[in-house]
Nanobody
Framework: QVQLVESGGGLVQAGGSLRLSCAAS????????MGWYRQAPGKQRELVAT???????NYADSVKGRFTISRDNAKNTVYLQMNSLKPEDTAVYYC?????????????????WGQGTQVTVSS
């Protein structure tokens, strides 16, 4: 299977910046879309930003102009640069990816989630 490991979360004051990273590992053949989602306490998980292999991006309205998603296909890694952070950005941020991996016999589709990284923005 394919594993995703996030890093870069932490505590920051309002107006500050953080950069999240998510690295995929395993017998990966190809990754299609990679993205970031977040879940605040008592709320449903929501999309933050996604990026396709051809670098087409999509952002939640609440983060447009403040967050930037980017990816390094050679490293199977996706990043989320978060600027001008607000207290309402506080959440656990999850990485997601889908694509194809080799199971030892054949190519199979995968869809994986990371374990999440906490981002806390103080006012």
């Amino acid at each position: 299977q394919v594993q995703l490991v996030e890093s870069g979360g932490g505590l920051v004051q309002a107006g500050g910046s953080l950069r999240l990273s998510c690295a995929a590992s395993g017998s990966i053949i190809k990754i299609n879309a990679m993205g970031w989602y977040r879940q605040a306490p008592g709320k449903q998980r929501e999309l933050v930003a996604t990026s396709t292999r051809s670098d087409s991006t999509n952002y939640a309205d609440s983060v447009k102009g403040r967050f930037t998603i980017s990816r390094d296909n050679a490293k199977n890694t996706v990043y989320l640069q978060m600027n001008s952070l607000k207290p309402e950005d506080t959440a656990v941020y999850y990485c997601n990816a889908d694509g194809q991996y080799y199971d030892g016999i054949r190519s199979r589709a995968f869809g994986s989630w990371g374990q999440g990284t906490q981002v806390t923005v103080s006012s």
